[in-house]
């Protein structure tokens, strides 16, 4: 898709609003190129104490170098100075209901690590970079939520996150060569490359502030699931989802955008 100037504007201040904003990464509804397989069911082993009411999971709360429906691409190493200094003090809830009684998990740890793309569900060859989170989902926590882990009914998951480095990459290098420099050093990487060309731009998000991680419904980064279930192929509904707070604004943000440069 061809970019231009007035395009180009709002893309500027979309970056802009991107850094000021916090990113509720859930509820999108967002088609993929490529369809989902299977998660690999051997490799991670659920482990369940009923009688203690203790599930242990590892999730994928974040899959990396794959566009997402906010236009982002999560680069390989985004989460990992949050980390290192917060550790297990990113809680593990649901929804994004920031409340004690939104809790459903102990986190254990926070990493990332290298997974297979078919490992996560898409069809494609070779490997990226995940965010991990090991839980234990407690009964006591979330009785509803703990029986739907339990069932292995839970396989999308989101992150909140503050932008700490972000830029815009655009497939034009005549006009815009700063950008395009930024979109050849990070397409090639990309494991839904298509969608990406086929948008002609996309934010590169060298770094982020991890804020929690949270069970949804829908993800807008849709490889994201609790690893060892299976992963259903992904199905668009006839009626969307409600869209987050955060996208709500940037779509108000771009609306009234557009409407300054048409006058």
Known sequence: MKINKAHYERLKEQTEFKKSAIKYADCISFMPTEEKGEANKAKYPYENDEEKGVLK???????????????????????????????????????????????????????????????????KTGMTTALFMESEVRRSYNEKVYNDYLKNEIDQHSVAMRYVKVELAINDGDEYPKEKAVWDKVIGLLGNRKQAEEQGFFWAVSEAALIEGSAVLLGSNELTPTLGGKAQPFKSTEQEPEPSVDTQRMVQLINELSTKIKN
């Open 57 to 123: 999971r590892t999730i994928v709360l974040n899959t990396y170098n794959w566009l997402d429906s906010h236009g982002d691409v999560h680069l390989t190493g985004t989460f990992g100075k949050s980390i290192s200094e917060r550790g297990n003090k990113i809680p593990h809830l649901h929804d994004h209901v920031f409340q004690l009684e939104a809790r459903v998990g102990k986190p254990i740890a926070f990493y990332e690590k290298e997974i297979s793309w078919r490992e996560l569900g898409a069809s």
